[in-house]
Nanobody, 115 residues
Framework: VQLVESGGGLVQPGGSLRLSCAASGFAFSSYGMTWYRQVPGKDRELVATISSAGGLTNYADSVKGRFTISRDNAKQMVYLQMNSLKFEDTAVYYC?????????WGQGTQVSVSS
């Protein structure tokens, strides 16, 4: 199983970024996917999750109405569209899946919101 995130960067408050996660090595369309984020010194925080077919999504209260998780099963990709970014969204963002009772993480992509 391999998860590779991309799309992070530096953005001003109020700006937007789209994160991508390329998945391989498992039956992607059969598994839910999750985005987490982590700030140094703090635990990883669940940001958004999406069901295997994409019909069910769930968000942390802190990002509801601003972030949108989506997936393309044909491309084995999961995305996180982040709008109206705030200083407190600064973190390393990770893609995650639970496959065969084992959790897999990507390497993370840094998102920095700064003026």
């Amino acid at each position: 199983v391999q998860l590779v995130e991309s799309g992070g960067g530096l953005v001003q408050p109020g700006g937007s970024l789209r994160l991508s996660c390329a998945a391989s090595g498992f039956a992607f369309s059969s598994y839910g996917m999750t985005w987490y984020r982590q700030v140094p010194g703090k635990d990883r925080e669940l940001v958004a999750t999406i069901s295997s077919a994409g019909g069910l999504t769930n968000y942390a209260d802190s990002v509801k109405g601003r972030f949108t998780i989506s997936r393309d099963n044909a491309k084995q990709m999961v995305y996180l569209q982040m709008n109206s970014l705030k200083f407190e969204d600064t973190a390393v963002y990770y893609c995650y899946t639970l496959y065969n009772m084992r959790g897999y993480w990507g390497q993370g992509t840094q998102v920095s919101v700064s003026s």
